[in-house]
């Protein structure tokens, strides 16, 4: 059973409602329609610690909406840059991961319930956002700076759930 406190999972969820479940947004800010219910093993506890690392529930589609609005503006600027040609290839492939990988983390996270998995893949996102900006740079300094905030806020969701993967241990049954 996957025990996640309110205070972890607020930061995730736009509103909990104890008949129907949890009712997630998506990373960019709007709702996909992913709902998760009670019956599928996640459960709120009142009174778990509290975590320092979590924003304000308000604070995450402003931040999705910014963050997403800034990478699709770095790409342009590379395509805009390269184009098409054989040059493209890596940054933008490199880019295309790291929005893939991205996408992943709330089935894995919220869907599947695999809080080790989750974590592993924020941490190879980080990785993946990290040498994306590293092959933007010859290209185009402003698409990689353009790529720090994201970097920075997923060094937050990433330490976020480190601490959800530690505070909820398997249990063998």
Not at 5 to 25: M, N, P, Q, W
Not at 60 to 65: G, L, S, V
Not at 111 to 126: Q, R, T, Y
Request: hydrophobic share 40%; with cysteine; net charge neutral.
């Amino acid at each position: 059973m996957l025990i996640i406190s309110k205070e972890y999972l607020c930061a995730f969820c736009r509103d909990v409602d104890s008949h129907s479940g949890i009712h997630c947004t998506a990373p960019c800010g709007w709702d996909p329609g992913l709902s998760l219910h009670q019956n599928r093993g996640v459960h709120l506890v009142q009174d778990s610690k509290e975590t320092c690392l979590v924003p304000p529930n308000r604070v995450f589609p402003i931040a999705w909406t910014t963050l997403y609005t800034s990478m699709g503006y770095g790409s342009y600027l590379i395509w805009k840059d390269v184009g098409v040609h054989q040059h493209c290839r890596c940054p933008l492939g490199l880019y295309g991961a790291q929005l893939a990988l991205n996408w992943a983390f709330t089935p894995i996270f919220f869907g599947a319930h695999n809080l080790k998995l989750a974590l592993v893949e924020s941490v190879i996102l980080s990785g993946t956002v990290a040498a994306t900006m590293v092959s933007w740079y010859p290209i185009n300094k402003t698409a990689t700076l353009l790529m720090v905030p994201y970097l920075m806020w997923l060094t937050l969701a990433s330490s976020l759930s480190y601490c959800i993967w530690r505070d909820n241990p398997d249990k063998e049954e």
